[in-house]
């Protein structure tokens, strides 16, 4: 599920997504669960069982097609292919793909859903601080 500089090279996601964090014991895999707090600077990909708080401080978190995350999540950037349930907190931008299943709250700058996915809950868009140079 994650790659971390320790962990062996079975893996089940994306290669360009590589996360440095490390998770006691190391984990990977569609089948594991993980169920700890994540707080995670690079970027994450999971694709597997997540049932627990991330908050990821300035990158981005991709949840895989056979992905199942039950978690509160603060990112940077958020791209769903998976299922996610939870609220949802992204500093950038948040994508919800064909086929994807969203139910919780939405606070983001930026919005993405594209048609076939599912989405129950709120969206609220957040301004800029400050204005666009």
Do not use: Y
């Not at 079975?10 to 014991?25: E, Q």
């Not at 990977?28 to 994540?38: A, Q, W």
């Not at 997540?50 to 791209?79: G, N, Y």
């Not at 349930?85 to 139910?103: F, H, Y």
Request: charged fraction near 25%.
């Amino acid at each position: 599920m994650w790659r971390s500089k320790q962990a062996s090279s079975a893996t089940a996601f994306s290669p360009a997504l590589v996360s440095t964090a490390t998770i006691d014991p190391p984990v990977s895999g569609p089948d594991t669960e993980v169920k700890t707090k994540i707080s995670e600077n690079e970027d994450l990909c999971v694709d597997g069982v997540v049932e627990s708080p991330m908050f990821l401080k300035c990158r981005t978190l991709t949840v895989a097609p056979a992905a199942k995350v039950t978690a509160f999540v603060i990112a940077q950037d958020v791209i769903i292919f998976g299922e996610l349930n939870g609220n949802l907190q992204a500093r950038n931008r948040i994508q919800i793909k064909k086929d994807a299943s969203v139910l919780g709250d939405l606070t983001t700058p930026r919005i993405l859903i594209e048609d076939g996915a599912h989405f129950k809950g709120t969206v609220q868009i957040e301004r800029r601080k400050s204005p666009r140079p």
